[in-house]
């Protein structure tokens, strides 16, 4: 423990394993033996310490005292009498724990929540702690690699606790296309309206990584490798995104418009995640379908589409006074038993391989097209800062795509000139 506070007082990033952790101080009391006149030991327990944690989350998960957050942080106390906890809360989306907790880490909250793109921005600004020890045993024991994946950062540490995947997949009309024919978007478009996303970047990228295209390395985390969209691979793909802009049957997806064309019977599938999971289910009722992301045929060939996928997890502030308790918190509160609490409550879907496996998730239309998505077709997201200058680029390939700017026959000229600036470190 001294080593510890050495550590985090030379401003070291936090390592999770503390030696104790659970167990409480006991003191030793000499007792005259009645029979021999021997000495025997007998424990004592000691007064809990006194503790003060703040907690960061989502409106949604603290909406009253019944809420998920609340309720699970009373169930660790309660686990943990060895520690008098005063409880704090604030509320911050995950979305936005990258702009708030780098603000001032110093007076940020102990324990947040977190999306992983913003897992190079708290780094840089020392305001997320690394895991070690049997809490980083924990989190390896139940998370797949690309969960794992998604709360690495550049230097091979983890640091946070995924509690449930971020992606996005396909909703489908079951009375317009079969099982069969959502392997493949080409197909799906001979047969009723599709409504894709194309102007919005988190989308597009699909396309060009069916293709061999990559971000910063196999791995997402070498900046020097850039994001490689270009050559004849990348032509290929924007040949193929002007010609399906212009398909009749194609719908670019922005402000609602696919959502509200399943309601009418417009249009036949859409591309989202699990927050638009009840709206697509009410449009559709009993033909709701959800499935992972089908191919694209170039060449001749079946091309996978791949999504960007990453986590919502919950990270550790490294200037918290509490560290012991803070680090125990999160591995808690993304622990499979609070993942669970979270899906029968929230109907946030998990993420712990123990909880995928309950007979709830697996007859879950939504949990099975994510679970499938994650593991078949989508590539982990890059979360350094570089890929900050990815977005801007592509949505504006997007609209060019859209509004027809781009053809199959400026398609090679158009694609070095994404390509260039994707890797404009100006932009």
């Known amino acids: ?115 992983n793109d913003q897992l190079g921005t708290l780094m840089q600004a020392n305001a997320i702690a690394q895991l070690g020890g049997k809490y980083l045993d924990e989190v390896l024991a139940d998370n797949s690699d690309s969960m ?36 493949s978007l080409d197909t799906m478009l001979e047969k009723g309206k599709v409504a894709f996303p194309l102007t919005n970047a988190w989308y597009l990228a699909s396309f060009y990584v069916a293709n061999g295209g990559t971000l910063f390395g196999e791995n997402g985390v070498d900046a020097t490798a850039g994001i490689q969209f270009g050559g004849e691979n990348g032509t290929a793909v924007t040949a193929y995104l002007a010609n399906l802009a212009a398909n009749p049957n194609f719908v670019n997806d922005a402000d609602g418009v696919g959502l509200d064309g399943l309601r009418n019977g417009n249009i036949s599938a859409i591309f989202s995640g699990t927050w638009d999971a009840a709206n697509v289910q009410e449009a559709l009722g009993e033909n709701f379908g959800a499935a992972q992301l089908p191919t694209i045929t170039l060449n001749g060939e079946a091309k996978q589409l791949k999504a960007f996928a990453g986590s919502k997890a919950v990270g550790v502030n490294p200037n918290c006074k509490n560290p012991e308790v803070a680090v125990a918190l999160a591995v808690y509160l993304g622990s499979a038993d609070a993942q669970k609490a979270h899906y029968e409550m929230r109907q946030i879907i998990p993420c712990a391989t123990s909880v995928l496996t309950d007979d709830a998730i697996k007859t879950d239309v939504v949990a099975v097209a994510q679970g499938n998505t994650v593991a078949n077709t989508a590539i982990v997201q890059p979360s350094i800062p570089e890929m900050g200058a990815y977005w801007t680029p592509a949505e504006s390939m997007g609209k060019a795509l859209v509004n027809g700017e781009i053809t199959a026959d400026n398609a090679a000229e158009k694609t070095e000139a994404f390509a260039a600036s994707l890797n404009n470190a100006g932009l």
């Open 148 to 183: 794992i994946a998604s709360v690495t950062g550049t230097d091979g540490g983890v640091y946070g606790v995924p509690f449930t995947a971020n992606t996005w997949f396909m909703y489908y009309d079951k009375s317009v296309f079969s099982e069969e024919d959502i392997k």
């Open 1 to 115: 423990m001294k080593k510890f506070l050495a550590m985090m007082l030379a401003g070291i990033m936090v390592v999770g394993l503390f030696a104790g952790c659970g167990a409480a101080p006991t003191d030793e009391t000499q007792t005259p033996g009645t029979n021999s006149g021997t000495v025997t030991t007998e424990p004592v327990a000691a007064d809990p310490v006194d503790v003060t944690l703040t907690v960061w989350g989502p409106q949604e998960d603290q909406a009253d005292e019944n809420g998920w957050l609340p309720t699970m942080c009373q169930k660790f106390a309660a686990a943990h009498p060895e520690w008098n906890i005063t409880w704090k809360y604030g509320v911050c989306s995950e979305g936005d724990a990258g702009k708030n907790v780098t603000a001032d880490p110093s007076a940020a909250a102990d324990v947040y929540f977190y999306a």
